[in-house]
């Protein structure tokens, strides 16, 4: 079986541009998450989503959004790219919604220049 | 909204010996606490795990201790190896964001160097 997948693995983007990143969970689950993890920190939340409504948003501003499609398949969008936004995002699906093991993806580096 | 902190941010032991990796959080209600393994330039990948119904669990050379009066939980491995040389981080679940275990809040991580 296939791991979480994230498509691209590498993005070089310019201040104030608007990013897609992909996520696909591995079959059968429901639950996708994502993280931003910047370097020699640990991931912080972004959102979750189950069922392909938002059932959870971490402390990000309105410019990161993210949706889920019928397959479970998840995109993260962030608009007005600041340098801050340099990190490696990963995302993360799980069976089920609550207590249970989160397998991430190998995530994507985003490089904002 | 739930807080973890992790020590030591770096360990450094003797092929053999043992190593323990200690977190706290904040929030009692928190009831999901994951341990996963980073390798450099890999994804995270969950080593352990520990529901707050349980207050130790044990796969081979690791375990995780939980107390949850103190509101704090460990891992410890024992006979620790080359390849356990990695960066490990600890977690945990955050019901302020709707319980889901995917909302996890993560320790900054503890680099453990594992010398020859």
């Known amino acids: ?113 | 909204g739930e807080n973890v902190e992790q020590h030591p941010s770096t360990l450094s032991v003797q092929e053999g010996d043992s190593a323990v990796i200690k977190c706290t959080y904040s929030d009692s209600a928190s009831n999901y606490f994951p341990w996963y393994k980073q390798e450099l330039g890999k994804r995270p990948q969950l080593i352990i795990d520990i529901r707050s119904n349980v207050g130790e669990k044990k796969d081979q050379r690791i375990a995780v201790t939980l107390n949850k009066t103190a509101k704090h939980f460990s891992l410890h491995i024992t006979e620790t190896q080359p390849e356990d040389s990695a960066v490990y981080f600890c977690a945990a679940s955050d019901p302020t964001i709707g319980g889901g275990a995917d909302g996890l809040t993560f320790g900054k991580g503890t680099h453990l160097i594992i010398q020859p």
């Open chain 1, 1 to 113: 079986d296939a791991g979480v997948t994230q498509s691209p693995t590498h993005l070089i983007k310019t201040r104030g541009q608007q990013v897609t990143l992909r996520c696909s969970p591995i079959s059968g689950h429901k639950s996708v998450s994502w993280y931003q993890q910047v370097l020699g920190q640990g991931p912080q939340f972004i959102f979750q989503y189950y069922e392909k409504e938002e059932r959870g948003r971490g402390n990000f501003p309105d410019r990161f959004s993210a949706r889920q499609f019928p397959n479970y398949s998840s995109e993260l969008n962030v608009n007005a790219l600041l340098l801050g936004d340099s990190a490696l995002y990963l995302c993360a699906s799980s069976l089920i919604r609550v207590n249970t093991e989160a397998f991430f993806g190998q995530g994507t580096r985003l490089t904002v220049v």
